[in-house]
């Protein structure tokens, strides 16, 4: 399957660059024969979008180009032998499920990355991470390192059960912590009485 869509990949590539290189008469010629072509390649395994093409610029496809060893980074913890070695699955629909599972989990990753660079930047502040290292764009890993540390402690009073954060020691005070990511301390206190599917 790989093989296939590697040759076809190859096909459309090859097919594309001579059809850029072609020379027409007219603007009208030349997206009559882009339209055959799209066509023609209708049920490809990806879609063909010249418009967006032509309205994209240079810089910013370059851009965009660029960002890729962004993602390449972000999915370097599933090519971890962690992962691959533990996966015991063998239906079809729990290894995609997991996969969900996985990808959910570094998107939440990514949100608390880019909400605490975020509001680093607009502050023009920098936050101490694990070594007691200054930094103003912290990773998720050294986000994540922070609240590592953090415990609650439970206990009942009368009829209500409580929580609590003790005080442990850390590179920053988790207040500041939660409030650079959009959080309060509720997220580890607050103790719901019912199922929150109940609530909704």
Known sequence: MDKKLDELCKTLKKETRELSLREFACKADAQKE????????????????????ERTKPDDILKEYKNQTTVETSF????????????????????EALCYVLFLALFIYQILQRRMRKALEEQGEYIFVAGKVKTEKPTGNRILELLKPIQTIGYVEGDKECRILPEIPNEEPLERILSLIGLTPDIYTSIREYPHYLLE
């Open 76 to 95: 370097r913890f599933l090519k971890s032998p962690i992962f691959l070695d533990a996966i015991y699955l063998k239906k079809e629909s729990r290894i």
């Open 34 to 53: 882009i339209e055959l072509f799209k066509k023609d390649h209708d049920n490809d395994f990806y879609p063909l979008d010249f418009q967006v093409i």
